[in-house]
């Protein structure tokens, strides 16, 4: 039986209004993904209240890809902070509003919109409101306002904390990352695998591209990892849980 990493008292887990965020605490806080403006709030009153920090503690923002439920909150964080920002460099057409997401397959789409109905989300706040319009959102070429200062590239280390890999995994969109930490065996795992009804699921929503999906997923495997934050859904631990992740 796996128990709790010493590295998961230092990871808050804020369940945002769509995906999930990770504040990793360390002598100057992480921030992996933000969520909307709303679910930024909610980091900044986490920061605050549960872990007794300074906003401005916040030095980093990482975005493991930049669907809208990850990246629209980062201009009311980096706002608040002053914090960098870190994306994948296949992320700066989207996050520089030059180019859109792809639109889903229709079959892809379908499934997103019947996963969405049988969930009950919470509803946009004011805040979400005023931020529109948003970006991330597939098929429309719609930047954030926020430079981004770090582009990441495969296997680099997160700058200023080398115990954080970055490793890409392409397929749900082309600009996907996980963070890996080899000493703890956790891996937060953006949109490339997510927990879906309780199980690790190689994610079937939206994805772009099956293929360099499943090849993702294999990649990962090469690793050692007892602990997944996935970007949807409650952390999954077990020893070398990757190994039974459903595709
Ligand atoms: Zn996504």
Not at 40 to 50: D, H, N, P, Q
Not at 58 to 77: E, M, Q, W
Not at 176 to 193: A, E, F, P, R, V
Request: aromatic letters at 8%; hydrophobic letters at 40%.
């Amino acid at each position: 039986m796996i128990v709790n990493s010493p590295l998961h008292s230092r990871i808050n887990i804020i369940t945002g209004r769509a995906s999930s965020s990770y504040i990793i605490s360390s002598p100057s806080i992480i921030v992996v993904d933000v969520g909307f403006p709303s679910d930024a709030k909610a980091i900044l009153t986490c920061v605050r209240s549960t872990l007794g920090r300074d906003i401005k503690d916040i030095k980093l923002i990482v975005l493991t890809h930049s669907h809208f439920d990850h990246v629209n909150g980062v201009d009311y964080l980096v706002d608040k902070t002053g914090a960098t920002v870190a994306a994948h460099t296949n992320a700066q057409k989207y996050l520089t509003g030059k180019g859109s997401i792809p639109i889903a397959s229709w079959h892809d789409s379908k499934e997103f919109l019947l996963f969405l109905l049988r969930h009950s989300f919470p509803r946009p706040s004011m805040l979400d409101v005023a931020s529109m319009p948003r970006a991330g959102i597939p098929g429309i070429a719609k930047g954030i306002r926020s430079k981004v200062t770090h582009w990441l590239a495969d296997r680099q280390n997160l700058p200023n904390h080398p115990e954080w890999e970055v490793i890409y995994t392409p397929g749900h969109t082309d600009d996907s990352i996980c963070l890996y930490n080899s000493q703890h065996k956790t891996l937060i795992s953006g949109d490339t695998i997510i927990n879906l009804y309780g199980c690790l699921r190689l994610n079937p929503l939206l994805k772009q591209d099956r293929k360099a999906l499943l090849e993702s997923l294999e990649k990962l495997k090469q690793l050692h990892v007892d602990y997944v934050y996935p970007g949807w859904g409650s952390p999954v631990f077990g020893k070398d849980v990757l190994d039974s992740v459903y595709i």
